[in-house]
Structure formats: structure tokens, C-alpha cells
């Protein structure tokens, strides 16, 4: 079947700009997980997703960050006012949920914000 | 105590070697202790994963060691080849909980 989806692949935008990034999760996945990967580095968790829920937030930078996530399937993280500091790879991963010993992640390809 | 901490940063092994990385963990409550395989311009995917009640997990040319008692595990890759080159994340989780902690990467380069 499909995988995890997300759009654009690519965005450049002008500083104090909004952007919205999209994910679309593999069909049946109740969790959502939004990361940020910086280049050369690790991974930065952002938030988290239970259905349309999102019990865990703690990872947003800021307030200048959002998500949301409707119908518990498509999510969407918004970046109010870009910084140069936002440019990243933003990568979107689904998995089963919070099922006992099932944990896989499965990862989009992620998409490379730039913002100049 | 929530952290994976992974070394080395960087590894260059020649075609047909060993590589070896490894990661160390405090919290004795994690169950899950998975290994992701990023390539450039890919999202992480799964390569293998092991649990604490077992000390050995073999796939392939892939193989994770598991210490409980030293709060260690690593990753084996037998036969190194030019498509293993990529970015190597180990991370842990409890089966009570939704979140991955993750280590920092290793990039792997496998030589010709």
C-alpha cells in the first residue's frame, strides 16, 4: 500500500512569511509523529498525534508553531513568521499507535524547508 | 536519564569490513531498542530492532548485541558494502509509551 505522503517537497519562503506543511499517513495509522532534521543532524521531536489529539506538544520550538490534524488521517504543521533558524527538513512518521509492542515508524521523505 | 546517547558521530569502513556502532541508555525501563537506516534525501526506516530478553538479533548481514547489565547495544554490519552508506539512528522506547528516543546518527560510509 501507500506510504507516508508529505507536501511540498520542497519550499523556499521569505523570512516573516507563513508556510503550512502537509502529511498524509498510511491508511489505519492512529499516530502521528511531526520531527525536525537539521542538515547533518539528528532528529527533533515536535509533536505527537493520537487521532486528532495531540497530547504531547512539548517538542514546538515556539508559539510560532502549530499542528493539527482532522479526520484523524491528513496533518498539517503551520510556521507563522518563518526564521532563518526554521530551515530544516520537517519529516512526518505514522505507526500503528500506542498498541502494546508495536512501534514501527513508518517516515515520509520529509520536506526541505528553506527560508531565505 | 530519557537520553540515547550514540558513537561514533562518523565511520569509514572498507568495502567487505565490520562496522560496528553503538549506543548506551540510563533508563532501565525501555523495552524496545529499534535501529533506523536513513539515506540522503529519504525519511528513517526501520532496519532492525531488538528486545531486552534477548542479547542477540541477526538479519541479514545485520546484527544488534544487546548488554542489559552495561545499558548497551550496537549494531553489526558483516561485509560492509557501498550501499550501506548511510546515516544510522538507534533509539529507545517503553511499550507503555508513544515517544522514540533517539541518538544522534552515525554516518557510515562504506569505501569501494
Known amino acids: 500500500g501507500a506510504g507516508v505522503s508529505q507536501s511540498p517537497s520542497n519550499k523556499v519562503t521569505e523570512k516573516g512569511k507563513d508556510v503550512e506543511l502537509r502529511c498524509d499517513p498510511i491508511s489505519g495509522h492512529t499516530a502521528l509523529y511531526w520531527y525536525r532534521q537539521s542538515l547533518g543532524q539528528g532528529l527533533e521531536f515536535l509533536i505527537y498525534f493520537q487521532g486528532n489529539s495531540a497530547p504531547d506538544k512539548s517538542g514546538l520550538p515556539s508559539d510560532r508553531f502549530s499542528a493539527e490534524r482532522t479526520g484523524g488521517s491528513v496533518s498539517t504543521l503551520t510556521i507563522q513568521r518563518t526564521q532563518q533558524e526554521d530551515s530544516a527538513v520537517y519529516l512526518c512518521?505514522?505507526?500503528?499507535?500506542?498498541?502494546?509492542?508495536?512501534?514501527?515508524?513508518?517516515f515520509g521523505p520529509g520536506t526541505r524547508l528553506t527560508v531565505t | 536519564q530519557q537520553q540515547v546517547k550514540q558513537s561514533p558521530q562518523s565511520l569509514i569502513v572498507q568495502k567487505g569490513g565490520i562496522s560496528i556502532i553503538n549506543c548506551a541508555y540510563e533508563?532501565?525501563?525501555?523495552?524496545?531498542f529499534p535501529w533506523y537506516q536513513q539515506f540522503p534525501g529519504k525519511g528513517p526506516a526501520l532496519l532492525i530492532a531488538?528486545?531486552?530478553d534477548v542479547s542477540e538479533k541477526k538479519e541479514g548481514r545485520f546484527t544488534i548485541s544487546f548488554n542489559k547489565s552495561a545499558k548497551q547495544f550496537s549494531l553489526h554490519i558483516m561485509d560492509s558494502q557501498p550501499g550501506d552508506s548511510a546515516t544510522y539512528f538507534c533509539?529507545?522506547?517503553?511499550?507503555?509509551?508513544?515517544?522514540?528516543?533517539w541518538g544522534a546518527g552515525t554516518k557510515l560510509i562504506i569505501k569501494p
Open positions: 533508563n532501565t525501563a525501555f523495552d524496545y
Open positions: 512518521a505514522s505507526s500503528l499507535g500506542p498498541r502494546l509492542r508495536v512501534h514501527e515508524q513508518y
Open positions: 531488538i528486545r531486552p
Open positions: 533509539a529507545a522506547q517503553r511499550d507503555s509509551n508513544y515517544q522514540l528516543i
